[in-house]
């Protein structure tokens, strides 16, 4: 069973960084597309990175792009978030999520939609607050 960890998440002011991760065990696929998404109250779960590790071919939510940085390591299993310039509106609980690929073309399309629903295997978050 694909399980999945996120931390590093904290209090930050606006215009400081944070960079969680997202330990993952029990891979047993040839690839897989792991997502970052967040929550805020009130708000539906968005897509805000995905990284596809076929390729390592990355998708950004345009409210992220060039601020926020998907990567990883592959050695050991972790997927990281770097977070930069961060926003009050950047504030929720961020997860990282996982899905099993096939080819490339289901890999990048996954990562552009970013679905919640295209993704089976889950984290159970970590709190990022943005303010002074």
């Known amino acids: 069973q694909l399980q999945l960890a996120e931390s590093g998440g904290g209090l930050v002011q606006p215009g400081g960084s944070l960079r969680l991760s997202c330990v993952g065990s029990?891979?047993?696929?040839?690839?897989?597309?792991i997502a970052w998404f967040r929550e805020a109250p009130g708000k539906e779960r968005e897509g805000v990175a995905c990284?596809?590790?076929?390729?390592?071919?990355?998708h950004y939510a345009d409210s992220v792009q060039g601020r926020f940085t998907v990567s990883r390591d592959s050695a050991v299993n972790i997927v990281y978030l770097q977070m930069n310039s961060l926003r009050p509106d950047d504030t929720a609980v961020y997860y990282c999520?996982?899905?099993?690929?096939?080819?490339?073309?289901?890999?990048?399309?996954?990562?552009?939609?970013?679905?919640?629903?295209?993704?089976?295997?889950w984290g159970r978050g970590t709190q990022v607050t943005v303010s002074s």
């Open positions: 029990g891979f047993t696929g040839d690839a897989y597309n």
């Open positions: 990284l596809s590790t076929n390729d390592d071919s990355t």
């Open positions: 999520a996982a899905t099993e690929v096939r080819t490339i073309v289901q890999a990048v399309g996954k990562c552009i939609l970013m679905d919640p629903a295209d993704n089976e295997y």
